[in-house]
């Protein structure tokens, strides 16, 4: 399973950017798929994740709001729409999957089985 991130790059505050991730060999159908972001020196921290069965969404608290999980069923890819940008979102932002069944808490890295290569978000300020 290959998962792929892409979408990333050099954006002003303020400014908005959207994700994409796409997997080769599996659907999403029956996964989670999961966010996370990780800025120079700091640890992996979740972003946010859609159950791609009934397409209930879970945030970080600080990021709802401005940002947007989504599926997008013709092309089988999860969206991450991230608008008001600031310099403090400037990470490496991957995706990632683990199944359904998995039980809460799906905000931590360990729930998740596969990774994608991550894209680099860069705000400037």
């Known amino acids: 399973v290959q998962l792929q991130a892409s979408g990333g790059g050099l954006v002003q505050a303020r400014g908005s950017l959207s994700l994409s991730c796409a997997a080769d060999?599996?659907?999403?159908?029956?996964?989670?798929v999961g966010w996370f972001r990780q800025a120079p020196g700091k640890e992996r921290e979740f972003v946010a994740a859609?159950?791609?069965?009934?397409?209930?969404?879970y945030y970080a608290d600080s990021l709802k709001g401005r940002f947007t999980i989504s599926r997008d069923n013709a092309n089988d890819t999860v969206n991450l729409q991230m608008n008001s940008l600031k310099p403090e979102d400037t990470a490496v932002y991957y995706c990632?999957?683990?199944?359904?069944?998995?039980?809460?808490?799906?905000?931590?890295?360990?729930?998740?089985?596969?990774w994608g290569q991550g894209t680099l978000v860069t705000v400037s300020s």
């Open positions: 859609i159950r791609w069965t009934n397409s209930n969404t």
């Open positions: 990632a999957v683990t199944p359904s069944w998995r039980p809460p808490p799906l905000t931590i890295a360990t729930a998740y089985v596969s």
């Open positions: 060999g599996l659907t999403f159908s029956r996964k989670v």
